[in-house]
Nanobody
Framework: QVQLVESGGGLVQAGGSLRLSCAAS????????MGWFRQAPGKEREFVAA????????KYADSVKGRFTISRDNAKNTVYLQMNSLKPEDTAVYYC?????????????????WGQGTQVTVSS
């Protein structure tokens, strides 16, 4: 059983930055890819970023490329999402998820454990 707990969300003005954290329980954290997804009001949940087990490979949604950076610290069982140059359209609940494999995939079906989410609100 894996538990994921996100933190770091909040209210920020457009152009600002936030860093989300996701702390994972379990000794197998370092074997699997991790991902971040988000769901805006009235919209479906969408892929944001993913990172391989080692951190050596990453993937990003086009909408966040160049602004967001995913990273991980396997010694701390934690994955991060650094979000810069935030826009009002980044407003959403952000979820971290554990991958089923070691590779950074984009479909939700490739993830088997999810956190409860953290709210990010970007004001204009």
């Amino acid at each position: 059983q894996v538990q994921l707990v996100e933190s770091g969300g909040g209210l920020v003005q457009a152009g600002g930055s936030l860093r989300l954290s996701c702390a994972a329980s379990g000794r197998t954290f370092s074997r699997y890819a991790m991902g971040w997804f988000r769901q805006a009001p009235g919209k479906e949940r969408e892929f944001v970023a993913a990172i391989s087990w080692s951190g050596g490979s990453t993937k990003y949604a086009d909408s966040v490329k160049g602004r967001f950076t995913i990273s991980r610290d396997n010694a701390k069982n934690t994955v991060y999402l650094q979000m810069n140059s935030l826009k009002p359209e980044d407003t959403a609940v952000y979820y971290c998820a554990k991958g089923k494999t070691s590779l950074p995939n984009t479909p939700e079906s490739e993830y088997d454990y999810w956190g409860q989410g953290t709210q990010v609100t970007v004001s204009s």
